[in-house]
């Protein structure tokens, strides 16, 4: 079992895709994490005066001349149609170490890119020690292909179980709980249940999960490992 907390610790990288344009909040509080940025995100980042550390994808929504003549940035043109900008920066992010990534902009403006993004997000997970994604402002998802439990949560704190596509799960903690049950896409999802306290817990019998709960920003969540005591 993992239990998930939140601390000031700081994402290794932030990466930005193309959907909406950051709230200045979410910049203020990783200025101290490298932002790579798709080449379609990097514009929206310059519009508000913040210059990425690395530009990466095929660059055709990107002019590097939008670029102040200062900026140094390091533009990291990969021209390969086969994987999306998302996947390339995600590769980047295993190269250079990085383990613990926080991703904003996973909606991706259109539906099919929100789709497509969210199914290389379930690819790659498991390369990494930990993904964060900004939902919005308030919100924050991530992936868990474990059994989990938070202490942290304030009593009646909105938390969706969203399957992807399956997961066989039991739980306690929750307003309406499940016992030995599964969710599927299509079938029954776990969106917007409640917490009853503080405490959480979710053991996963099989497939794998979105955990939607409400974001601490500057606190980031990071999942430790914890005996398993509830179930």
Wanted: with cysteine.
């Amino acid at each position: 079992m993992k239990r998930l907390i939140f601390t000031e610790t700081k994402p290794d990288c932030v990466i930005f895709l193309q959907g909406s344009t950051p709230h200045p909040d979410i910049l203020s509080f990783f200025t101290d994490s490298p932002y790579i940025a798709t080449d379609g995100a990097a514009n929206g980042l310059i519009s508000l005066g913040v210059i990425p550390d690395i530009i990466i994808g095929d660059l055709d929504s990107f002019d590097p001349a939008h670029l102040p003549k200062k900026a140094h940035s390091f533009i990291v043109h990969i021209p390969d149609q086969e994987k999306s900008d998302f996947e390339k920066a995600l590769d980047y992010c295993k190269k250079q170490g990085y383990q613990h990534i926080l991703i904003y902009g996973i909606h991706g403006g259109d539906f099919e890119h929100s789709l497509n993004n969210v199914s290389v997000l379930w690819k790659y997970v498991e390369r990494f020690q930990q993904i964060t994604i900004v939902d919005s402002q308030q919100r924050i998802a991530i992936p868990v292909f474990f059994d989990m439990m938070c202490e942290e949560l304030h009593p009646s704190e909105v938390i969706s179980l969203i399957p992807f596509p399956l997961a066989h799960i039991s739980t306690k903690g929750l307003e309406w709980n499940l016992e030995n049950e599964v969710l599927e896409l299509s079938k029954r999802e776990g969106a917007r249940n409640r917490s009853i306290g503080k405490k959480v817990s979710i053991k996963l019998f099989e497939g794998r999960f979105l955990f939607f709960c409400d974001a601490r920003f500057p606190a980031f969540p990071i999942f430790t490992n914890y005996p398993s005591l509830f179930f």
